[in-house]
């Protein structure tokens, strides 16, 4: 039996979330006697692709054609299920990701599978597995366990450490039974360049409905550069217009662990919390010291974002000059 994780790229390069499900996956292999296989869609290089088995991937299933590279659910469920019948898994690991998300309750229908979704730990059982994910927009925890033969996660980021665990490089260029048709036909994809992920980023400063327009985002986007951090958004603010909406984390949103998070003048609605309760450490700046944010946050700041801002920035620059 095999664990199967799908691990995502983006314009060839694999993301960090795809290294977290492997080393999720190995601790279950660990633990359980079967071998990660890790499957690749996309014009990735072997090269690339190793650094999936120095994390434990045993092996490397890569498909490399044109006509794999639409992101379509319907195709990629089909393929998936495929090479999980292939190779006799019992278990498929997602990133907690749009695509991952999209994938793994199709892939559990058809393989007749448990579906835990959002898992935030490495499993407290494994013959049956069970598992800790967080319910209620993070304000209670759920331990489930899968009554199935097989199980499907999807696995928040940051709620495995990466660890290196290398093995022997073994790449399987692979060409698929079924085809890759779908129901929805993807005629082109708009991809953002030149920004930190922000559900890669170490680091990301958010911005709210405090900052009152969106020409005020200047000391955001200054800190951010300074910082290397990603640049994020509440719903409001993407609803009217002042950002754009692949940048707004929440329950609606995108939901992200990062390190520090910096919530600038938003006021803490439970949707948001929702979305970075994942966070380590949240720092937060409003000059409402009633706002709800500051019961989740670490650190609190009470005071006007247009004047804790250029402070933070001139202090950040002479740090990182000294």
């Known amino acids: ?28 292999a660990k633990n359980t006697s079967k071998s990660v296989v890790a499957v690749s ?37 089909k393929l998936l299920s495929e090479i999980a019948e292939k190779e006799s898994a019992d278990v498929v690991v997602f990133s907690h990701s749009n695509l991952g998300k999209a994938l793994a309750p199709r892939l559990s229908v058809r393989m007749k599978a448990g579906l835990i979704s959002g898992v935030i730990a490495l499993p407290t059982e494994y ?39 290398p093995v022997d490089v073994n790449i399987e260029n692979y060409t698929p ?8 036909k993807v005629e082109s994809v708009d991809l953002i360049t030149g920004k930190v992920l922000l559900t890669e980023a170490a680091i990301v400063i958010s911005g709210g409905r405090g900052l009152k327009s969106g020409d005020n985002w200047g000391p955001i986007e200054e800190l951010a550069d300074i910082l290397g951090a990603g640049i994020a958004c509440s719903r ?17 949103g995108k939901i992200i662990a ?26 937060a700046i409003d000059k409402d010291k009633d706002a709800p944010i500051f019961k989740y946050a670490d650190y609190g700041i009470n005071g006007d974002a247009f004047e804790v801002l250029p402070r933070l920035i001139e202090s950040f620059k002479k740090f990182k000059a000294s």
């Open 1 to 28: 039996m095999s664990i199967i994780v799908f691990a995502e790229n983006r314009t060839g390069k694999l993301k960090k979330t795809s290294f977290e499900a492997v080393s999720y996956a190995v601790n279950i």
């Open 41 to 77: 869609v996309g014009n990735v290089t072997d090269e690339e692709l190793s650094l999936l088995a120095k994390y434990g991937a045993n092996k490397i299933v890569s498909v490399v054609d044109p006509k794999w590279e639409n992101h379509e659910s319907q195709a990629y469920t």
């Open 177 to 184: 039974a079924v085809s890759a048709e779908g129901g929805t």
């Open 127 to 165: 013959l049956p597995i069970a598992v800790k994910r967080k319910t209620y927009n993070g304000g209670a925890f759920q331990l489930m366990k899968v009554k199935s033969s097989k199980a499907i996660l999807t696995i928040n980021p940051n709620s495995c450490e990466i660890a290196e665990n």
């Open 258 to 283: 990062p390190d520090l998070y910096l919530a600038v003048g938003i006021s803490g609605a439970i949707q948001h919390i929702g979305g970075v309760s994942g966070t380590k450490v949240l720092v």
């Open 236 to 252: 409001p603010v993407s609803d009217e217009g002042w950002r754009s909406h692949d940048e707004h984390v929440g329950q609606t």
